[in-house]
């Protein structure tokens, strides 16, 4: 059942990026889309970089929040600001 619960939050964590840059993108607010990839992306590497290093965070806690968590958004906002970007293309070709 844990199994589960891990995909289900990995889909909420996936889906919750894919909207949002989806709704940036065609909204034209390429600040704020970038922006929040940007933090996702730093995001993920402190969390991999502090699995890695002695630097006072639980290991097995930080790789598991980068990888339940944080890489699942990156790849659903990634996959949102494509579809987006191919709608938006599609919407103002002549």
Same mark, same amino acid.
């Given at each position: 059942? &844990?199994?589960?619960? !891990?995909l289900a939050i990995m889909l909420?964590? &996936?889906? /919750?990026?894919?909207?949002?840059?989806?709704?940036?993108?065609?909204?034209?607010?390429?600040?704020?889309?970038?922006?929040? !990839?940007?933090? !996702?992306?730093?995001? /993920? &590497?402190?969390?991999?970089?502090?699995?890695?290093?002695? !630097?006072?965070?639980?290991p097995l806690r930080a790789m598991?929040?980068? /990888?339940?968590?944080?890489?699942?958004?990156?790849?659903?906002?990634?996959?949102?600001?494509?579809?987006?970007? /191919?709608m938006l293309r599609r919407r103002?070709?002549?």
């Amino acid at each position: 059942m &844990a199994d589960v619960a !891990i995909l289900a939050i990995m889909l909420a964590f &996936a889906l /919750l990026g894919f909207f949002m840059m989806h709704r940036l993108v065609l909204a034209q607010r390429s600040g704020a889309a970038l922006t929040f !990839i940007s933090v !996702i992306s730093a995001a /993920l &590497a402190f969390f991999v970089f502090a699995g890695t290093t002695p !630097i006072g965070m639980d290991p097995l806690r930080a790789m598991g929040a980068a /990888l339940v968590c944080l890489l699942p958004t990156l790849v659903g906002a990634g996959a949102g600001a494509l579809l987006g970007w /191919l709608m938006l293309r599609r919407r103002f070709r002549k």
